[in-house]
């Protein structure tokens, strides 16, 4: 019987092959193997995420529940303010507060815009100042700096209230309202209260008899007292010009004399402007006679 040849075998180099080699050294390095462990399972995941959320449908009913989720949250008990308080108001002021207030009670504090709030109150004439602030109990803390009336403008509109920077705070009908403020008039005299209150400290003396004062061409003032007299001040330095009448009246009693102006706008040549009665009787002693009528 004829032998089989068999080829002869051929012996496996031990030695690994280029790519082989490269694929083992490239996972030698630490970067390369936290990039397959967590990168591959993180690519996974986010695949399959675009996939499950990809759908209309399944994304309407996320929302949906995400909406239901948070109203639930935003209407618990602990959440909604059911009163609102206001400190440091007047009656009158509260009232228009709550008036405008853009806020419906009960209501969830995460629906509330306590700065457009805030904005809104400090509208009003009469605020100052106002500190809006969600407090324990479902209350709506309302803290107020209300403008103090210091003087009665009589101006284009009729009567109004303003504070001491000169600020609007509210209308008011007739004097009487108000009859413990001083009044003012005259085109800008709202503009220079400060110096109108000044002016009317300085008159304390003869405060009983001060009526007011008036703003003359927006330049200076007058000061009104009663029996028609007037102090006419100067532009500047009309306190000084103001304390000199003062001493004047209480060294030589000018102003309860027959005098209807006393003009201290020229401070080297004040003047005075008696009344028609006491100009006449001075023109009889004199021995002037008088014909007709006379204007001075």
């Known amino acids: 019987m004829r032998a089989v040849k068999r080829s002869p075998k051929i012996r496996r180099d031990p030695a690994p092959s280029k790519w082989a080699y490269r694929a083992e050294r490239l996972w030698l390095r630490p970067g390369f193997r936290r990039l397959v462990r967590l ?106 700096d209300e403008r103090v009336p210091a003087v009665i403008w009589r101006g284009p509109d009729g009567l109004e209230l303003l504070d001491a920077k000169g600020h609007r705070v509210a209308p008011i009908e007739t004097r009487a309202q108000r009859a413990d403020l001083p009044i003012i008039a005259g085109e800008g005299a709202d503009m220079a209260v400060p110096e109108a209150l000044a002016l009317l400290e300085a008159a304390a003396p003869i405060g009983d008899r001060v009526h007011g004062l008036v703003r003359i061409s927006e330049l200076r003032w007058d000061l009104v007292m009663d029996r028609g007299q007037r102090i006419m001040l100067p532009q500047s330095g009309a306190g000084p010009a103001l ?54």
Request: aromatic share 4%; no cysteine; hydrophobic share 45%.
């Open 39 to 144: 990168g591959a399972p993180l690519g996974i995941a986010v695949a399959a995420g675009i996939w499950y959320f990809g759908d209309a449908t399944r994304q309407q009913e996320i929302a949906d529940w995400m909406v239901e989720a948070r109203a639930s949250i935003e209407t618990r008990p602990e959440f909604m303010v059911k009163v609102m308080a206001v400190d440091g108001a007047s009656d009158l002021l509260d009232g228009h507060i709550r008036e405008v207030m853009p806020v419906d009670l009960p209501v969830s504090s995460f629906d509330l815009d306590l700065e457009a709030m805030r904005q809104q109150v400090e509208s009003l004439d009469a605020v100052e100042r106002v500190d809006l602030r969600v407090r324990t109990g479902g209350v709506l803390q309302v803290t107020v």
């Open 243 to 296: 304390d000199r009448v003062i001493a004047l009246n209480e060294a030589q009693d000018l102003l309860e004399r027959d005098v209807l102006r006393v003009d201290i706008r020229n401070g080297d040549r004040p003047t005075v402007r008696l009344t028609q009665g006491a100009l006449d009787d001075m023109r009889a002693l004199k021995g002037i006679e008088i014909k007709g009528n006379t204007d001075e």
